[in-house]
Each structure stands twice: as C-alpha cells, then as structure tokens.
C-alpha cells in the first residue's frame, strides 16, 4: 500500500511536479489521425494536468496550444482555421502552430503590438496513425520506432477508451463503458 505522500509523489504531473517532469521527457499519444479533420479541425487535449487545443490549419499542420487565448482567455477550441494557423473566436487574435501571434485585427494596422504575443505551444508529430505531443524540454527526443508499431506484415488496431476519471497510475473504467477500436488502414502508411 502507498503511502499518502508517494501516491502524490507519483501522480501529481502538473508542471513543475516530479512526476509530471519525468513524463514530459517522453511523446505522448494525443488524438487518432482520423478525429481530426477539415470538418472537425479543433479538439480539446487534457494532458499531464494542462488543458491543450489540438487544431489542424488549412495548410495540413497539427498544432497543440493552450486552451484559453492571451487576450481574454476565449478558448480556443472555438477558433476559426486558417492557412497560417488558428484565429480566436473573440476578437480574432491569430496563432500558428509554434504559439506565435501573427495578427491582433482591432490594433491600428501600422501595430506590432502581435510579435509582443506568444502563448504555449507545443511540438506534435504524426505517427502510426495517432498524433503525438511532446511537452518537455527541448531538444525533444525522436519517438522510437519499436518494431511493432512499424512492422508491415499485421494489422493494426487503435482502441481508444472514454475518458476516465482517475489519475495515471489507476485507471478504471467506468462501469458500462467500452472503448472503441478502429482498424482502418493506417493513413500514415507505416
Ligand atoms: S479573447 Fe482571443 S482575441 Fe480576444
């Protein structure tokens, strides 16, 4: 049996956290390929104790941002996509996947009020059929390429559960819940 302050040891993963430190030093799978699309290109990402938005612009790249916009913290989820990014939905305050803001529209136009405007963002890979977020120090390291996510010669199935009101280390589904499985081809091709 843990004691109380080794179960808050291993499972508190917020930021600055030991825990939440040491699972940062590894990608994390955050979305299946197929849920994010032209028709649905925003998801909301709770991961490691941070709220995320996964969006993906017009021009095909994933990004991974807070939730709430540096202005007035609408999130972000309701953002509009675009070719360079993602626009709030509030006062239209424009992202791109690294966190930078490229426009603030209500500021007079001759403004660079944006470069002063960053908000969290974080590098996300597109791997084996599933998006992965990395939310570490830099350099981040490669994900590695075990030989039975990349082997050619099976069939793949991505399972994904409901979300589970638990910490890391317990996790309990719920009773009467399932989890669904796919096992379309990969889109990635791996
Ligand atoms: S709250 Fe996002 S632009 Fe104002």
Redesign the pocket.
């Known amino acids: 049996m843990l004691t109380r302050e080794k179960n808050e040891l291993l499972t508190r993963v917020g930021p600055g956290q030991p825990a939440g430190e040491l699972l940062r030093r590894y990608w994390h799978p955050v979305c299946p390929v197929q849920e994010l699309s032209s028709e649905q290109p925003t998801r909301f990402v709770r991961i490691l104790g941070e709220d995320l938005v996964l969006f993906l612009d017009k021009s095909g790249r994933a990004g991974l941002i807070q939730d709430h ?1 540096s ?4 999130s972000l989820l309701y953002g509009r996509v675009e070719e360079r990014g993602i626009a ?1 939905a ?4 424009l992202y791109d996947t690294q966190g930078s803001c490229l426009e603030t529209p209500a500021e007079p136009a001759d403004s660079n009020f944006y470069l002063t405007v960053r908000i969290r963002a974080y590098p996300v890979q597109r791997f084996v059929g599933l998006y992965w977020a990395y939310l570490g120090p830099e350099p981040a390291p490669v994900i590695p390429k075990y030989d039975v996510w990349v082997r050619k010669d099976g069939r793949r199935d991505i399972t994904v559960h409901p979300r589970l009101d638990c910490n890391w280390l317990h996790p309990q589904p719920r009773r009467g819940e399932r989890a669904t499985t796919s096992s379309e081809p990969d889109p990635d091709g791996l």
Do not use: L
């Open positions: 916009c202005n007035r913290g609408a709030c509030y006062h239209g305050w």
